[in-house]
């Protein structure tokens, strides 16, 4: 008899929806498992709760504990907030990292971490809105495209790359940057993009808003995919990108440098500092920040070297389904032992 995991989650966070879904598809031949929303979900049993360790979280999980198997497949940005009892709970369940600097953070802070397992992506489903695809092909015909898909957050590194690619705009006549990410946040990108005044910019505006068929077309659509993030806990678009065999630029920092190779599978932007932010007293991000110029240099770099790029997308072809969820996920059914 297959061995049932409730998994557990908010969903309507679409990033830990989406991690979810893969998840129980990964895991869908070794047992049965049913996804919840945080507020529906009941003790008993095992329980792989997907989420950002914090003190809210852990506390969370406080009602679960004594009759529950719980494991913690969590992530974090920098130094999360916790507190005596949020440290109480963390002791007394399993906590799994996404990757090696989820798990330096949390341990930096005293946070137990029972081990690591990176994010995967189903490498095989590239479907992809035929339709929509179509549109975007005759809308941006002859230009070399630059895709970015991104919250409008702090940590999110917009500013830099709208200042980077003013610089790549100048030097291509034919590029274009498309910006899959919000209208509204942290970055006023209209007011940007007009003081820069860009010739080959899309701001999309729909972020949360398409199908994952029709944000696929972006990413089949792209020459190169830019991480412009100052910190993430893992940086998943880099496997969507992947799975289309398309390189990646990002710095040159923890988490983006354990899964991008540079000159392998992307570029590694120079780090330039290092600094700390604290997010609504929930987590101090740690901030990795580079150079606009060195952004733009590496840009450059791909876009006028199509050999280059090709050499990368062979290398990706080979590697990317080691990145798969069917191999790295089940490994999550080993902290429930």
Not at 190 to 198: G, I, N, P, R, V
Not at 229 to 236: D, H, I, V
Not at 254 to 279: M, R
Request: aromatic letters at 12%; a positive charge; hydrophobic letters at 40%.
């Amino acid at each position: 008899m297959k061995v049932r995991v409730k998994i557990v989650t908010k969903i309507d966070w679409p990033s830990f929806m989406n991690v979810a879904i893969q998840v129980r598809k990964a895991l869908s031949g070794y047992c049965n498992c049913t996804i919840y929303d945080r507020t529906n979900a009941k003790p008993g049993g095992n329980i792989l709760f997907i989420g950002t360790v914090f003190h809210q979280t852990l506390n969370f999980l406080n009602k679960f504990l004594g009759r529950s198997n719980i494991v913690f497949y969590g992530t974090t940005e920098g130094h999360s907030f916790v507190d005596e009892a949020s440290l109480k709970v963390a002791k007394q369940i399993k906590i799994v990292a996404v990757s090696n600097f989820v798990k330096q953070m949390l341990e930096e802070i005293g946070v137990p971490v029972a081990g690591m397992v990176h994010h995967g992506l189903d490498m095989d489903d590239r479907r992809v809105d035929s339709q929509f695809y179509k549109v975007l092909k005759k809308k941006l015909k002859n230009k070399k495209i630059i895709f970015t898909a991104s919250a409008n957050h702090s940590r999110k590194g917009l500013d830099n790359l709208l200042c980077g690619y003013h610089l790549v705009e100048q030097e291509i006549k034919n590029t274009y940057l498309i910006l899959h990410s919000e209208p509204t946040g942290y970055y006023n990108m209209s007011k940007m993009a007009k003081d820069l005044k860009f010739k080959h910019l899309w701001l999309t505006n729909l972020f949360g808003k398409l199908s994952p068929s029709q944000l696929n077309a972006f990413y089949k659509l792209c020459n190169v995919y830019v991480q412009p993030s100052y910190s993430e806990g893992f940086g998943l678009p880099t496997l969507e990108a992947f799975r289309f065999n398309k390189p990646v630029i990002a710095v040159d920092a923890p988490p983006f440098n354990e899964v991008i190779k540079h000159g392998k599978s992307g570029i590694l932007v120079p780090l330039s500092k290092t600094t700390w932010s604290n997010y609504a007293n929930l987590v101090l991000f740690k901030m990795h920040t580079y150079r606009a110029e060195d952004l733009a240099h590496a840009i450059l770099g791909l876009m006028t070297n199509q050999q280059q790029v090709t050499k990368m997308q062979e290398n990706i072809q080979k590697e990317k389904h080691n990145w798969s969820i069917h191999k790295l996920y089940p490994k999550l059914l080993d902290y429930f032992t």
